[in-house]
């Protein structure tokens, strides 16, 4: 089967980069297809956190994020053992958050209304690229195309493919879903378990989401979450742990003891609930970032090294493929090789650089006084070095 333009995955990066091509070249519309190996709506794991950033690329697009089923944070705390920053956005919610497998979903019948093919259940096996095209092998019999778009997440097999042997960064995440409220059992009121839960002294969290970074000190170069959520409408709470693994050269203690222990503070027992894992690939600018005829966007570049926060960028991450492949099919020529510097003058490849720089310099500085001089007492400068460097990227993405 030959089409111009393949995407290799149907998550929000690749769905995006073919939203984002036909919005400003809409006759590529029949020539573009995307192969997604699973089945929408398709689980997917991730906390969901939707910054605005993400909203105003959506905006762009035409598309209102509020159709999908979701539960805004009023407020956002960064903190360090339940103390630090509050920030909270008038009159609007701070985050936005979403359930992978409807959020895609909604994406994907999005692209598809516009236009776009997608086939699901399509496994890519490999990728050879030579100066005629690109043969993509699949379960499903070999595709050729003129370009491949390697949109296919952390462990994609485009990069795999592609650039073989290149030194890639991975962050080590865990994740579990809670109910709303720990379930204060009658032995544990007996016996005086939860007994802060109980007498209210801890409250059980409300709609804000909470980012805590207590465990750095112990070589954990992240922190544990705490979002609002829902599942089929139900409220619920989704936990989880980052850590960069950029001191992972030292001893840590298991990655589920911080985030047991903290959810244990607020009455949860994180043996009672299915804990999940996935890597996060995330940036490094000296990583290349395409070869002739295929480039890479989303997680099979990276994601934000501080938070792990990706779906932003995803989205951000198709609107600068979309413009390189336009430029490349106009001009017949698909070396992709002014990608990089496309990406590194964007709203995107600046806040990624920016973030890198800030990840390098917050997590080896562990000691806890200085990680509570951070999130503690350091906070204009903090919300000022967000403003300008980690948020408000989006509006400028040229889309
Ligand atoms: C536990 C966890 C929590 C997270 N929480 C947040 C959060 O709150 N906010 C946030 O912004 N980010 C979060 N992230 C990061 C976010 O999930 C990713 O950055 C984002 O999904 C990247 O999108 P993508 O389209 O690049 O890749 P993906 O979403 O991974 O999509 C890749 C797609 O490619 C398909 N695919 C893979 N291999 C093949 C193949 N061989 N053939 C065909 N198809 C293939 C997959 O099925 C998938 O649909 C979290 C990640 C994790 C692991």
Same mark, same amino acid.
């Given at each position: 089967m030959e089409k111009d333009i393949l995407i290799i995955g149907g998550g929000p990066s690749g769905l995006s980069s073919a939203l984002h091509l036909i919005k400003i070249a809409p006759h590529l519309s029949h020539r573009i297809l995307i192969l997604e190996k699973m089945h929408y709506p398709r689980p997917k794991l991730c906390a969901g956190g939707l910054v605005a950033d993400a909203e105003i690329i959506l905006q762009r697009l035409g598309? %209102?994020?509020? +159709?999908? *089923?979701h539960v805004d944070a009023s407020a956002a705390h960064f903190e360090f053992e339940g103390r630090g920053i509050k920030i909270s956005v008038p009159k609007s919610h701070t985050i936005r958050v979403i359930r992978r497998n409807e959020f895609d979903h909604w994406l994907a019948k999005k692209t598809r209304e516009a236009g776009i093919e997608i086939r699901e259940g399509v496994t890519v096996k490999n990728i050879i690229p030579d100066k005629d095209g690109v043969t993509v092998e699949t379960d499903q019999g070999n595709f050729c195309a003129q370009i491949v778009v &390697?949109? %296919?997440? =952390?462990?994609?097999?485009t990069r795999r493919s592609v650039l073989p042997n290149r030194p890639v960064y991975t962050a080590r995440v865990l994740e579990v879903i809670t109910p709303n409220y720990p379930i204060i059992t009658r032995n544990e009121a007996i016996l005086g378990i939860n007994n802060e839960i109980a007498s209210g002294k801890?409250?059980?969290? !409300?709609d804000q989401a909470y980012f805590d970074f207590f465990p750095v000190p112990d070589n954990i170069a992240g922190y544990v979450w705490d979002f609002p959520t829902q599942i089929n409408g139900e409220p619920m709470r989704c936990w989880g742990i980052y850590d960069t !693994?950029?001191? #992972? &050269?030292q001893e840590r203690p298991p990655l589920k003891k911080p985030l047991a222990d903290e959810m244990a503070r607020h009455g949860?027992?994180?043996? %009672?609930h299915e804990l999940k894992g996935h890597p996060i690939r995330w940036y490094d600018p000296? !990583? *290349?970032? =395409?070869?002739p005829r295929v480039l890479l966007v989303g997680d099979a570049v990276g #994601? %934000?090294?501080?938070? &792990? +926060?990706?779906i932003s960028m995803a989205l951000g991450y198709g609107a600068i493929a979309a413009q390189e492949i336009n430029t490349s099919i106009r001009r017949a020529e698909? =070396?992709?090789? &002014?990608y990089k510097r496309r990406l590194v003058w964007s709203g995107l490849g600046q806040t990624l650089l920016a973030r890198w720089v800030i990840t390098q310099i917050i997590y080896?500085?562990?000691?806890r006084w200085f990680q509570i001089l951070l999130w503690r007492f350091l906070k204009p400068i903090v919300i000022l070095v967000a403003w300008v460097?980690?948020?408000?990227w989006g509006k400028r993405i040229r889309t």
């Amino acid at each position: 089967m030959e089409k111009d333009i393949l995407i290799i995955g149907g998550g929000p990066s690749g769905l995006s980069s073919a939203l984002h091509l036909i919005k400003i070249a809409p006759h590529l519309s029949h020539r573009i297809l995307i192969l997604e190996k699973m089945h929408y709506p398709r689980p997917k794991l991730c906390a969901g956190g939707l910054v605005a950033d993400a909203e105003i690329i959506l905006q762009r697009l035409g598309l %209102d994020v509020s +159709e999908v *089923p979701h539960v805004d944070a009023s407020a956002a705390h960064f903190e360090f053992e339940g103390r630090g920053i509050k920030i909270s956005v008038p009159k609007s919610h701070t985050i936005r958050v979403i359930r992978r497998n409807e959020f895609d979903h909604w994406l994907a019948k999005k692209t598809r209304e516009a236009g776009i093919e997608i086939r699901e259940g399509v496994t890519v096996k490999n990728i050879i690229p030579d100066k005629d095209g690109v043969t993509v092998e699949t379960d499903q019999g070999n595709f050729c195309a003129q370009i491949v778009v &390697g949109a %296919d997440g =952390s462990n994609g097999i485009t990069r795999r493919s592609v650039l073989p042997n290149r030194p890639v960064y991975t962050a080590r995440v865990l994740e579990v879903i809670t109910p709303n409220y720990p379930i204060i059992t009658r032995n544990e009121a007996i016996l005086g378990i939860n007994n802060e839960i109980a007498s209210g002294k801890s409250t059980p969290r !409300n709609d804000q989401a909470y980012f805590d970074f207590f465990p750095v000190p112990d070589n954990i170069a992240g922190y544990v979450w705490d979002f609002p959520t829902q599942i089929n409408g139900e409220p619920m709470r989704c936990w989880g742990i980052y850590d960069t !693994n950029l001191l #992972a &050269g030292q001893e840590r203690p298991p990655l589920k003891k911080p985030l047991a222990d903290e959810m244990a503070r607020h009455g949860f027992n994180l043996d %009672d609930h299915e804990l999940k894992g996935h890597p996060i690939r995330w940036y490094d600018p000296f !990583n *290349p970032i =395409s070869v002739p005829r295929v480039l890479l966007v989303g997680d099979a570049v990276g #994601a %934000d090294p501080i938070f &792990g +926060e990706g779906i932003s960028m995803a989205l951000g991450y198709g609107a600068i493929a979309a413009q390189e492949i336009n430029t490349s099919i106009r001009r017949a020529e698909f =070396s992709f090789s &002014g990608y990089k510097r496309r990406l590194v003058w964007s709203g995107l490849g600046q806040t990624l650089l920016a973030r890198w720089v800030i990840t390098q310099i917050i997590y080896p500085l562990k000691w806890r006084w200085f990680q509570i001089l951070l999130w503690r007492f350091l906070k204009p400068i903090v919300i000022l070095v967000a403003w300008v460097f980690v948020l408000n990227w989006g509006k400028r993405i040229r889309t």
